[in-house]
């Protein structure tokens, strides 16, 4: 897959099979985040990579899914990620960092999907009760949580029938994700 498809084809995956995602490759995904643009090039973010079955299982119990098709897309028992990337901020550092984690975290998308890894961004977690399991020291800050695992869904982008963005679920359970059109969010020169 080129460059420019991987960027086009890639959505977000809420379900998962359990074939589990080799070490190697965890930190390869890091290493693309790693290379991400930062702010002043200070670079204040640092990653846990949680792949241990157990502390998956537990990291799973802290974070909230697909609002829009709720509980739908919650996975269930054999189809939950099978690892996750923990972004910190290092406050040290900086006392926040959203946009320097949003390229490391789209660099760590792309590069999954390049790699047919699906992934979820969440922003919604229990960032206490993760930070309590990952034993985080207090000058951390938990960004955001990817979610790992090879597909086990298609979701299909498409362009936006009507008003609304909201994602939803189909008569066969895919996942459609409403875009608005790029001659809807494209001026040229001027507005």
């Not at 949680?50 to 189809?79: C, I, M």
């Not at 979610?147 to 679920?169: F, H, N």
């Amino acid at each position: 897959m080129d460059f420019l498809d991987v960027i086009k084809s890639r959505r977000t995956v809420r379900l998962f099979k359990q074939d589990p995602i080799d070490s190697k490759v965890l930190y390869e995904l890091v290493e693309c985040a790693r290379c991400a643009p930062a702010g002043a090039n200070r670079q204040p973010l640092e990653y846990v990579i949680v792949n241990d079955s157990a502390q998956v299982e537990r990291v799973f119990e802290h974070l909230a899914w697909a609002g829009y098709v709720k509980p739908k897309r919650t996975p269930p028992a054999g189809k939950r990620p099978v690892a996750y990337i923990v972004v910190l901020v290092n406050r040290e550092i900086s006392k926040e960092a959203p946009d320097d984690a949003a390229a490391s975290i789209e660099n760590i998308l792309l590069a999954a999907w390049s790699l047919q890894i699906g992934s979820c961004w969440m922003g919604a977690v229990n960032r206490e009760k993760i930070a309590a399991l990952i034993e985080m020291p207090e000058n951390y800050l938990i960004d955001s949580v990817v979610a790992l695992g090879y597909p086990d869904e298609e979701p299909l982008m498409e362009d936006c029938k009507t008003d609304s963005i909201k994602y939803y679920l189909d008569a066969n359970d895919r996942l459609h994700v409403p875009k608005r059109a790029l001659a809807d969010i494209v001026h040229e020169n001027c507005f």
